[in-house]
């Protein structure tokens, strides 16, 4: 768990960020299948998106004009476009995780455990980056063809460096000047160098909190492919959706909505043997101490357009569906 | 045309780089046709790559393990790394110029004019980055697929900026940091942000004399579709190759092998007109300013692996075909 309680004095962000959101990669990609986008529900959160970005009620032009695969069509029409000044775009950071791409490179290799003298883990590191920046190129062109302008930022190329796995140092400042210039970056958990152990994992979770300490955004969202956080694995016919978690100024956190019998510290062992939640929700923690409200919904719902649209700041509609992770201040 | 005169003590290359590359877009591209690739080039482009790179006579085991296009194989052998210590793999960076990708959405937007303001604008600078970083992925691959460490580098993520069209900052250290890991970086001509009019193209004749200047590389390598530089355009029946220029220290040149008849001048501004290669000649005589040889020389042909390999350091042989350019003194 990364340290953000450092000096932050120089944050590049001039501008204040309205929104980060994580692309989960079990809601956007083929759980079962190697290196398959869900494309249903990568156009609905790209729509989504830009429902909650652009106000405009018109779609914007598109601004993928490459040929699709297998086609032979550059998909463009300068004239859309007109003269007229720029559609307002909210300021956002979308950072979208792995799932069938890069796990497979990355676990086979062991990238995460370091030692890039080894052929195996470098052929696995340049595997690993490669499985994941096409993963980013789809999801890029996706949310380009809703007319956000979307940019992809691998960490690696941006300078992201982790030492013993955490973050030791990322350049913020080039993300930073892509949304001054009304960019939408698109980060994404990348294999990258680490001072101590040679190289590792660096996941789109430890990503989000990093940005969310040094950009200050108003909310953060995770998109996931369930309803939010439970008290054991959701897949269990008696899994209760936590609807609202509280962090204490010290890090720890209680469930206020509903009211568990069982203790916290139990149902999450519990839950983080079906696949790294615990981390979602330290990570979230993480970010709640520092005042901002992180909702955790399920991706491509209605659920998850309002927690975008930032519906969820004043109060909790009761029929909302998802987990709100925030300060007990 | 950058100064490369600038104060170079902070360069971030600690240990000396062997050879810089350009691999021309028109040479790995097709040019007649949008966003296809020349794999037929590419390849052969790639396996001489590894061989000027990798000392050992055996093609190392392939580092893309992501599925090709229409593929559902994933193609990867962990048992073939063994337990051996890294192969060694000499110091290079890639950089590959646009070809048929890129150039499509940046002209028809006018990207390279900058005004970042204006929607169509934006939008070309969304979908000439879409294109050229698909072309830079598919180069990735291919150089992995030789055994090539070969990690994608973006200038645009790489925080590379121009003021007026001139690269005015440029993080080399995480290029720094990937050649002292072991990976060979792979960048490209971009779409960037500029200080003053917002934004531009950055070429990849630019960013190899950048580069160049930092990096002082032992000799850089231009692979192109024609055999190097002709005195008029190469489809003209009399174009005379021009095999040796020399670089005085005031940065002009001078043919020295063949004697011509005509001035330099006069046939430098005919040939400009058959597209880009005055920028070429300018750029690698800014090169060879700095006592650094250039080879310009046709792509994925016996003359590209001696270029490659480095046997023209000492001399050049008389069946060599290409155009060496290089410091008077």
Redesign the interface.
């Known amino acids: 768990m990364e340290e953000l309680n450092k000096n932050q004095s120089h944050s590049p962000f001039t501008q204040p960020i309205r929104c980060i959101v994580k692309l989960g990669g079990a809601a956007i990609t083929c759980k079962n299948e190697?290196?398959m986008v869900n494309e249903e529900i990568l156009q609905k959160v790209s729509e989504q998106l830009r429902q909650a970005m652009i106000a405009s009620s018109e779609k914007?032009?598109?601004?993928?004009?490459?040929?699709r695969?297998?086609g032979s069509e550059?998909c463009?029409n300068?004239e859309e476009?007109?003269?007229?000044?720029?559609?307002e775009c909210s300021r956002f950071i979308v950072v979208h995780g792995a799932g069938s791409f890069g796990h497979?490179?990355a676990s086979?290799?062991g990238v995460h455990k370091g030692q890039?003298?080894?052929?195996?883990v470098?052929?696995?590191?340049?595997?690993t980056?490669?499985?994941v920046?096409?993963l980013n190129?789809e999801i890029?062109?996706a949310l380009?063809r809703e007319g956000i302008?979307?940019?992809?930022?691998?960490p690696?190329?941006?300078?992201w460096?982790t030492s013993e796995r955490h973050i030791s140092s990322a350049?913020l400042?080039?993300v930073a000047?892509?949304i001054d210039?009304?960019?939408t970056p698109v980060l994404h958990g990348d294999a990258v160098?680490d001072e101590i152990q040679?190289?590792t994992i660096l996941s789109g979770d430890v990503i989000i909190s990093h940005l969310a300490a040094y950009s200050k955004p108003e909310y953060v969202v995770f998109l996931t492919d369930v309803y939010g956080v439970y008290d054991r694995p959701p897949t269990e016919p008696d899994a209760v959706l936590l609807k609202e978690i509280a962090v204490a100024e010290d890090g720890s956190w209680s469930v206020v909505k509903p009211k568990l019998q069982n203790s916290i510290e139990l149902t999450v062992a519990a839950h983080d043997t079906t696949g790294g939640m615990k981390t979602k929700i330290s990570e979230a923690a993480m970010i709640a101490k520092l005042g901002i409200d992180v909702y955790i919904v399920k991706a491509a719902t209605s659920h998850s357009l309002r927690a975008l649209n930032g519906d969820l700041r004043s109060s909790i509609p009761d029929d909302w569906l998802g987990t709100v992770v925030r300060s007990a201040r």
């Open positions: 190697l290196e914007p032009p598109g601004m993928d004009w490459s040929k695969h297998g550059i463009c300068p476009f007109g003269d007229h000044s720029a559609t497979f490179q086979k290799s890039l003298n080894k052929p195996l470098k052929g696995g590191f340049v595997a980056r490669i499985s920046t096409t190129l890029v062109r380009a302008p979307s940019i992809g930022m691998s690696f190329s941006c300078g460096i350049d400042s080039s000047k892509a210039s009304g960019f160098l040679e190289c």
